[in-house]
Structure formats: structure tokens, C-alpha cells
């Protein structure tokens, strides 16, 4: 017995003098107390505020004036959304590599379940129940509050569908720039920091019933800023700890991206996108009865996605050496649009609309060119599309808001406080109030998932190992080729996956 406690107590005095074993032991270590001190923390704000919601007059209970054709619209445009998860994981698959078509699947559905767990324990909370201008306090795993949300006539859990939905999308958009190297255990603990914080807080300042960026006049209808924005600064943040990908050879260095391996799946992919816009941008109106806003809202979303594809796929063929029209370009082009007209549709004609549309496709074109000149890989271009364009959507409202239309309401549309932008005479105080929104979301969100990306690179979980990555992440990561006819498959044994005739077979095939 002596022996053996003086034997282990040897290996412990030898592991404590291993700089690295000391590093390893900190991070995680680390790491668990953060992590229990949050779950304590949510624990403690959830008993003290729970039983006091009903008291502190959070809501008012509209539960006997539950609109039935609101909800059925609500919960429609909702499956809408979420069917834009289809949407992403095809355009993101078929822009990438083949051998990292498996790890993106999983990434979508792993995050679309992680985000359904939170955004019900406490991520609606922070975003959408009252508490401080910068987050929510009340209806932790949504108890404690009516049945129905604020004056919406909607049942409270037919909005957390909608919402979550939204939320979804925002956690897909982050991994669209960090495809093709980052480990699946670091995306599990990133997607925890986006839907369980990042996203709920800071958009608790927008779209919470006391946030401060609202009550400073600040507009954001379907979330250019509130979704788009925040889900493409993280992606920007993703990409800039990761690095570029292996061999990744830059323009001004003499390469190019990697071509895409499907282009058919990621264009029809994009299409899906498009379709379940028609839930994103009209379903916010939360109204069956706002007709007029709906048919705008759809009107709008339409235009603005089809004057921003034609004009990238001009730009295409401008740009191109050989005169081509470039599908890749015209799909981001029009997701550029929507993504545009996603804050600005209800409140916009069809003259801006279409003019949204256009300057998108030039934003997308231009900052995709900025990051290969910046040698920022992006596989598929999140940043652009929804970064950049998220900011010119946003930007736009203050522009082209023509001060015709105001608010959606349970029972139609009040027009009795419009929104009126520069070029329709409105002055530049909305122009202002929409740049101090978009630029506080974007630097802060920017910032903290920064921080994060890096803390988790550092603790050796966000990129994968160098042979990981040239073997293919489908293969390392999840031990299955998305293709198994292909002649890799025969390599594709989980016992031969570190193999030499694995790296060769990958190494020929890219």
C-alpha cells in the first residue's frame, strides 16, 4: 500500500513540474468553475425573480385575448424559418469540400439542439423579458409568465417557437466562416456562448421590451442587425483565430478559394434560403391582420433579393478574365439582398427597396474581395453577406424609410408614428439612431466573441490537428465520408482513418 501511495505520489510531483500538464489542468479547471459559477448564477437570478414576475407586473395577461388566425401565421412563418436550416447546410456543404460536407451536417443539427435547450432555460429570458436595458431577469425555463407574449394575442410558447427559430439562424450564420478546421468540441462550446449569451443579451438591447438601443429610437424590423449582424460578427471573429485553412493561397499571393464541390447543392440551397425568407421578413409582423403590411413586406423582400442577384451576376461577368457568369457570386448576391431588406422591409417602398438590393450586391462582391485581399478565409462568405450587408440594411432604414407606415399591430397597422428616412425627408436623426445601433451590436459582439475564439484556441480545442484537417473533418471528426462511392471510401475505416493511403487518398483528391 506504501508503495503504491508513494508511486502515485511521484507521478503527481512529476506531472505538477510539466509546464504543459499545469497549462492543461488551468484551462480546464478553469473552465468547469466558470461554468459552475454560471449555472449558479442562473440558478440563484431564476428563484429570485420567478416567483416575483406576476408581481412586478412583467406582462399583462392577454390570455383571454389569444388571437387565433396570429397564431396560426406566427407558428406558419415560424416552420418557415426553420426551414431555413436546410437552406444552410446546403449552401454551406456544397460551397465547401467535399470532405467536410458530414461536419457541417452535424454542426447544423448539433446547434439547432443546442440552441432549442437554451434559448428555453434562459436564452429567451436575457433577450425578451423585461429586467435592465441590457438584459432580460424574468421567465427563466419560461416560468412564471402569462400565456400570452406582452399584447401580441399570441400564446407565449407558439413565440418562443418563432423566436427560436430566429435564434437558430443567428448560431447556423457563425459557422459559415470557420468551415474546413474548426474541431467539433470547439463548435459545441462556441454554440453554447452564442445562443446562451451572445445573442440573447446583446439583442435584449433591441428587441427587449426595455432595451436601450429601442428606446433611443433604434429600428431593426427582422434583424439585419439584431441576426444577421451579430451572426456574421462572430463568423468574422471565428475566421480571424482559426487562420486560413491549410494551403489556402490568397489573390495577391497568385492562388484562389478552393472551387466548391457541389455547386448544385449550394445553389439550391440558397433557393431555400430565399423561400424561407417569406417567413423571416413577413412573419415578424406577428399579424395576419396587418394585410397590407404583409403583402409590402413580401413585395419588398422579393424585390431586393432579385435586383441584388441580377446586379452580382453582372458584376460577375465583369469581373471575370474569361467573361463568365459566376453562379457562386450570383446565389451570395442574393442573399446579400435579403439580408438587406431584413431590417427595412416594412417601412420601405418599392423604389428602396430595389435600390437596398442593388448596393447589397455591391457591398457583398466588394467585401468579399476585401477579405482574400485581408487573406481572412471564408469558405463561403458569411462575413459579406452577413456582416457587411447587415450593416447597409441596417444603415438603409435611416435612408429609405419612406414615413408612410408605422407599426404592426394584433389588429392591422398603426400609422399614428411613422418612420421617415433622409432621402424622403425625415432629416438624419433615424440615419443616426440606426449607425449607433448597428456599430454598438456589431464592436461589442465582435469583441466578446473574440475573446472567446481566441480563450478557446488557446486551450488547444477550436482547430483541429494539422493532420485532422488534411485528412478531412468528416473523416477525423465523425469517422464517415458524406460520398462513399467515391474511391476515398475504401479508405474511409475507422481503424485505417490516421493511415498513410488516408492522407495520400485526400491529398489526390484536393
Known sequence: MLLVLSSAGARLRAAAGNPIVRRNVAWYMGGKLVGLGLVVLCITTFVSHAARAHALGAHDDGSATISAVNTVWTLVAAFLVFCMQVGFVMLEAGFARSREAVNILVEGIADTCICGILFWAWGFAFMFEPGTPFIGLHGFFLQGLPATYLATGIPLTAFWVFQFAFADTASTITSGAMIGRCGFAGDIIYSIG???FIYPIIGHWSWGPDGWLAAHNFHDFAGSTVVHSIGGAISLAGALALG???GRVFKRDGGAPPPPHDLVIGA????????????FNPGSTLSALDLQGIGRVSFNTTLAACSAGLTALFISYAMSRGKHWDLGVTVNGFLGGLVAITCPCYWVDSVGAFCIGVVAAFVVVGGTELLEWLRIDDPIGAVPVHLAAGIWGTLALGLFASGTYGAPTPSGADVSSTVRGLL???????FNAQFLGSAVT???????SLAMMVALKRAGILRVSQAGEIIGLDLHEHGAAAYPDYALASHALPGRLAGAPVLE???AEE
Not at 268 to 279: A, K, R
Not at 424 to 430: F, M, S
Not at 442 to 448: G, I, N, P, R, S
Open 194 to 196: 452564442v445562443t446562451g
Open 268 to 279: 439550391v440551397g440558397g433557393l431555400i434560403l430565399w423561400f424561407g425568407w417569406y417567413g
Open 244 to 246: 486560413p485553412r491549410l
Open 424 to 430: 424622403y425627408g425625415g432629416g438624419i436623426a433615424q
Open 505 to 507: 487518398a485526400v491529398t
Open 442 to 448: 456589431v464592436l461589442a459582439t465582435f469583441a466578446v
